[in-house]
């Protein structure tokens, strides 16, 4: 039996507004797109209200989007439980948390401990206790689902993260929710996990952030040019460096998630949830720089099919324009974004990297090997 353990420490339609283009210093370009969307309202669905307590379960919950998720709900007034595999402590305080908030946080977050694999666990432990809600965060297979699904018969709402990634490539940007999905993209797992929620009948909402950022990020992402700003070392940008790309703050990440809970007009939706503005790679690098307070960064541009890297990662954002519109959230949920780009990494320099809290050490090989070129063509 597992044991559960207490701490102590009518359909509208919307147009996509005009959204800009931004290389950081401020320039903007307007894009008009337009992207019809009806809201249905499934037959039958169930709904949960928000502004009554809930029983809410976090399959992940203590990693980054977790941290800031499990807070919110909590402050809510909801109770919570974290499902890990206890490999990392359900309560750790967050940089700039007063001693009182943690200690307030810690005494009520629950943690149900198991591997979300051992399915027979999972549907035993999970009809065991009932929920009201799951936040899935960390499912990648649609066959991690579907024990959950069986297991909570009841559930009123199954709100999941899935991933921009999900959409195909287009010359057409930025995405929009009815966009071509890729079923061969390295995410096709959360796509098939929302045609398994579309196909069971539950009420359910899955969001699609884009690059998500902020303090305890622990992907390469800020992190990735702060160590190099930090070092006083160039940054290699990959091409032109003009290739455009989106980031969203982890705290607005997690409004969005609260803003689904409950919310009739998220049943059975998607939504895409990032910042509001558009960002080129070079005017990211020069972001990051104002952030931490650094010089004007010198950039190297480099041809990556000149170089073979292995299986090294030489950047951490693919070599294309990526960005998605999140106008529908904005519209249906009411959600907007608190922070603009160089806030949010001022935020996350601030709480992490201010602090020498760099989580991956620096690797600066590829760099080495872009920079050995660029001397050798110049000498």
């Given at each position: 039996m597992a044991?559960m353990?207490?701490l102590?420490q009518?359909?509208?339609?919307?147009?996509?507004?005009?959204s800009?283009l931004?290389?950081?210093?401020g320039?903007?370009?307007?894009?008009?797109v337009q992207?019809?969307?009806k809201?249905?309202q499934?037959?039958g669905a169930?709904?949960?209200s928000a502004s009554?307590?809930?029983?809410?379960?976090?399959?992940?919950?203590?990693?980054?989007?977790?941290i800031?998720?499990?807070?919110l709900l909590?402050?809510?007034g909801?109770q919570?439980?974290l499902?890990t595999?206890?490999?990392s402590?359900?309560?750790k305080q967050?940089?700039?948390e007063?001693d009182q908030d943690?200690?307030d946080?810690?005494?009520k977050?629950l943690?149900l401990?198991?591997?979300?694999k051992?399915?027979?666990f999972?549907?035993?432990?999970?009809s065991?206790?009932g929920?009201?809600v799951?936040?899935?965060?960390?499912?990648?297979?649609?066959?991690e689902v579907?024990?959950i699904?069986?297991?909570?018969?009841?559930?009123?709402?199954y709100?999941y993260c899935?991933s921009?990634?999900?959409?195909?490539?287009?010359?057409?940007?930025?995405h929009?929710?009815?966009?071509?999905?890729?079923?061969k993209s390295?995410h096709?797992?959360?796509?098939?996990?929302e045609?398994?929620?579309?196909?069971?009948?539950v009420n359910w909402?899955?969001i699609?952030?884009?690059?998500i950022?902020?303090p305890?990020?622990?992907?390469?992402v800020?992190?990735?040019?702060f160590?190099?700003?930090?070092?006083?070392?160039?940054i290699?940008?990959?091409?032109?460096?003009?290739?455009i790309?989106?980031l969203?703050h982890?705290k607005?990440l997690?409004?969005a998630?609260?803003a689904?809970l409950?919310?009739?007009k998220?049943s059975r939706e998607?939504?895409?949830?990032?910042?509001?503005?558009?960002v080129t790679f070079?005017?990211l690098a020069?972001?990051?720089?104002k952030?931490g307070g650094?010089?004007?960064p010198e950039?190297?541009?480099?041809n990556?099919?000149?170089?073979?890297?292995?299986k090294k990662k030489?950047f951490?954002?693919?070599?294309?324009?990526?960005?998605a519109?999140?106008?529908k959230?904005?519209h249906?949920l009411?959600?907007k974004p608190?922070?603009?780009l160089v806030?949010?990494?001022?935020?996350s320099y601030?709480?992490?990297?201010g602090?020498?809290?760099?989580?991956k050490?620096a690797?600066?090989t590829?760099d080495?090997?872009?920079?050995?070129?660029?001397?050798?063509l110049q000498?």
């Amino acid at each position: 039996m597992a044991k559960m353990m207490m701490l102590q420490q009518s359909q509208p339609s919307f147009s996509l507004l005009t959204s800009s283009l931004s290389d950081f210093n401020g320039a903007k370009l307007p894009l008009q797109v337009q992207c019809k969307r009806k809201v249905q309202q499934p037959k039958g669905a169930l709904y949960v209200s928000a502004s009554s307590e809930k029983k809410i379960l976090i399959m992940g919950g203590t990693r980054f989007i977790g941290i800031f998720l499990s807070r919110l709900l909590l402050k809510e007034g909801h109770q919570v439980t974290l499902f890990t595999r206890g490999k990392s402590p359900i309560a750790k305080q967050l940089p700039g948390e007063s001693d009182q908030d943690f200690a307030d946080f810690s005494s009520k977050i629950l943690h149900l401990k198991g591997d979300r694999k051992d399915y027979d666990f999972v549907k035993s432990s999970l009809s065991a206790e009932g929920f009201d809600v799951v936040y899935d965060i960390n499912g990648r297979e649609a066959e991690e689902v579907e024990p959950i699904l069986d297991a909570l018969p009841k559930l009123e709402q199954y709100i999941y993260c899935s991933s921009a990634g999900v959409y195909l490539k287009s010359d057409i940007l930025p995405h929009c929710e009815v966009d071509a999905v890729d079923p061969k993209s390295r995410h096709k797992g959360k796509l098939e996990t929302e045609s398994l929620l579309q196909s069971k009948g539950v009420n359910w909402t899955s969001i699609r952030p884009v690059y998500i950022y902020g303090p305890l990020n622990y992907n390469p992402v800020e992190e990735w040019f702060f160590h190099r700003l930090k070092a006083g070392r160039p940054i290699p940008v990959p091409n032109s460096g003009i290739q455009i790309s989106q980031l969203g703050h982890v705290k607005d990440l997690a409004t969005a998630f609260l803003a689904v809970l409950g919310n009739e007009k998220a049943s059975r939706e998607i939504f895409n949830i990032s910042g509001d503005k558009y960002v080129t790679f070079d005017g990211l690098a020069r972001a990051c720089a104002k952030a931490g307070g650094f010089p004007e960064p010198e950039i190297v541009h480099y041809n990556p099919k000149e170089f073979d890297f292995g299986k090294k990662k030489a950047f951490p954002f693919r070599d294309q324009h990526f960005f998605a519109s999140v106008e529908k959230a904005k519209h249906v949920l009411g959600w907007k974004p608190e922070f603009d780009l160089v806030e949010g990494l001022t935020d996350s320099y601030n709480l992490d990297f201010g602090r020498g809290t760099f989580r991956k050490e620096a690797d600066f090989t590829t760099d080495d090997m872009i920079l050995s070129k660029k001397l050798v063509l110049q000498s």
